[in-house]
Nanobody, 126 residues
Framework: QVQLVESGGGLVQAGDSLTLSCGIS????????VAWFRQAPGKERAFVAA????????YYAESVKGRFNISADNAKATVYLQMNSLIPEDTAVYYC???????????????????WGQGTQVTVSS
């Protein structure tokens, strides 16, 4: 299992950029792949992006493709989510999640993730 800690959330204006960080620790920290999900009030948790830390394959939800970028610094055991051109619809609590192996088929399946962070709030004002 791994422990995940998100940081970097905040209040920004539409069009701004923000970078979230997910610190990873624990026994499987070096081998776990990581994804970002988000949950807006009254809505289900939704997939945002994922990365395979060995190989660097990335996967994105259509709603963020071209605006968000996920990356990993394995030496720092940290995964980042760079969010550009933010819009009010991006407002949500953002969570990072981990599991041993992400594929293009399973990246968006929220129930397959074993470990979760506590979340960080992102609010985009219009």
């Amino acid at each position: 299992q791994v422990q995940l800690v998100e940081s970097g959330g905040g209040l920004v204006q539409a069009g701004d950029s923000l970078t979230l960080s997910c610190g990873i620790s624990g026994r499987s920290s070096r081998t776990s792949d990581v994804a970002w999900f988000r949950q807006a009030p009254g809505k289900e948790r939704a997939f945002v992006a994922a990365i395979r830390r060995s190989g660097g394959n990335t996967y994105y939800a259509e709603s963020v493709k071209g605006r968000f970028n996920i990356s990993a610094d394995n030496a720092k055991a940290t995964v980042y989510l760079q969010m550009n051109s933010l819009i009010p619809e991006d407002t949500a609590v953002y969570y990072c999640a981990a599991k041993l192996f992400i594929t293009s088929t399973t990246a968006a399946h929220v129930k397959t993730y074993r470990d979760w962070g506590q979340g960080t709030q992102v609010t985009v004002s219009s």
